[in-house]
């Protein structure tokens, strides 16, 4: 599957943005679909997770209550809003695809986008 990111942009703290994810290909619905983010000089992490139906998300604990993941997989997109964003948010965003299932592990994902930068002011 081929996904594409967009939605990323230059925000003020306490602002909200809501990246879009969109994927191209045959059985979207049955991949599972993560977010990730690399921040300069640091590693990829892990944002959040959402499994092929979309009744199961996962979040990294530093976004849990600000960011939520949802997915239309009639339109093969996927989502993030991003609410009470912080400096520490700032970085490139991906969005990346497994089959069947979903989790925190960015090497078990096998295809991903080209990332939208996301930058926070203080």
């Keep these: 599957v081929q996904l594409q990111a967009s939605g990323g942009g230059l925000v003020q703290a306490g602002g909200s943005l809501r990246l879009s994810c969109a994927a191209s ?3 979207f619905s ?7 983010r690399q921040a300069p000089g640091k590693e990829r992490e892990f944002v959040t997770a959402i499994n092929p ?3 199961n998300t996962y979040y990294a ?3 849990k209550g600000r960011f939520t993941a949802s997915r239309d997989n009639a339109k ?3 989502y993030l809003q991003i609410d009470n964003l912080k400096p520490e948010d700032t970085g490139v965003y991906y969005c990346a ?3 069947r299932v979903c989790n925190s592990d960015w090497l078990q994902y096998s295809d991903w986008g080209q990332g939208t930068q996301v930058t926070v002011s203080s």
């Design 97 to 99: 695809a497994r089959q």
């Design 53 to 55: 139906n979309g009744v």
């Design 25 to 27: 290909g045959r059985f």
């Design 30 to 36: 049955s991949y599972g679909m993560g977010w990730f």
């Design 61 to 63: 604990d530093s976004v």
């Design 76 to 78: 093969n997109m996927v």
